[in-house]
């Protein structure tokens, strides 16, 4: 099965002034964000009651901003502060505040009972206020946003596209951006597939065609053994096919790794290397035969009859080609479990306790915490980075297998 795109519609980005422009408060009528809310929590509901529950994460109400390649900004607490660095933007003597994830907005009152929206749209980050309507970003970076009405978990939906598209910072599409500083292939590849359906591949196109290297490096990097994962042989031929063809210059360093990594068996060629610390050939194979027909380029390897501890995270082909190994799965890295329910049809995978965000990952080896302080503490004494984007592309592509077939 091949991955296709499916467009739910493009939209087109205007143009705009950087100044303040005067605004209507009807422009955004609290009765629309409001109803818009209760539908997203009462869809939560059902979701948490079809699936597996929840994962709590620490007790603090804020909202990330600044989707694609825009600037970052943190909301929380009355305070709008530029991401991860912390400077202070906005502050406001705060009488009441709602954070509307799935508008993508923060709606407060003020003591002085005035009316504050800050809002994103494909067109920029906005702040509303007294009469006037200010764009805080300089970086323009043209985004679509679905609605994705007709699909089940809709306004879920639009939360776990908001968590992909905010760890993309300078085109590198990264799992969470105050927590790692490089992209991983396996991340960038299940985010691809992502943005290929909501017409935003263009975010990382300039990340992509600079790849030089086969291999992401990443893991083993902190103790100064970085690991070339076999996997991403194949991860990173079908990102250079969503933008080139077999014409770039790390398709041929491609192949030759491959050819480093073969082995011959029964049923004939195959590579075997290490992803994740453990040799997992089948879940390797797959990635590079995938990676192969992408790129329309001919395919000498069979997947190994054989058990494999990852095969089942690769659930959108060679689902016929399987022999379950360890079938681990584990509440900090949740993207193995709903990897693996996507592969068996299966609903146990958990989303977080709030309604923003939805997604995290815990204690990974390779992941540097200390920024997440600027949030909450906890998020560094528990070693959460939140949100992540393999945890919501997994989420993301289920929820959309059940309507269409990607």
Known sequence: MNIRIFLFGFFLISSFKISAQPVSNQDFPDEILNYSFKVYLNQLDSFRDEFGGVYKLPDQDFFLFGMGNREKFLYKDGKLFTSPMGKLVFSWDLKEEK???NEYSVLLKTKEDHRILIREDKTGIWVTGQGERKKINQLSSEINLPDFKGVRYNEILKVLHQEILINILDSRPLPNYFVYTKPWRRDAAMMAMCLSLTANLHLIKDWVLSLQEPYDFNNGQKQGRPEREADNLGQTLYLLSLFSDRSHPLVEV????AGRLEKTGPGGRYILGRSDFQEVPVYQTKWLK???AKMDMEDPYSIPHQPDNYSSLFWW???????EGNAWRSDKYPYIGWARD??????????????????WET?????DYEEMGFIHPEYVERKIATPHTWHASEIFLYLLDQTIKI
Do not use: V
């Open 99 to 101: 954070i509307i994830p």
């Open 254 to 257: 491609l192949k030759q790794e």
């Open 290 to 292: 995938f990676g192969l």
């Open 317 to 323: 082909d060679y689902q016929s080609e399987h022999i």
């Open 342 to 359: 996507h592969f068996y049809h299966r609903k146990k995978g958990l989303i977080s306790d709030r309604t923003y965000p939805l997604t």
């Open 363 to 367: 204690d990974a080896s390779q992941a």
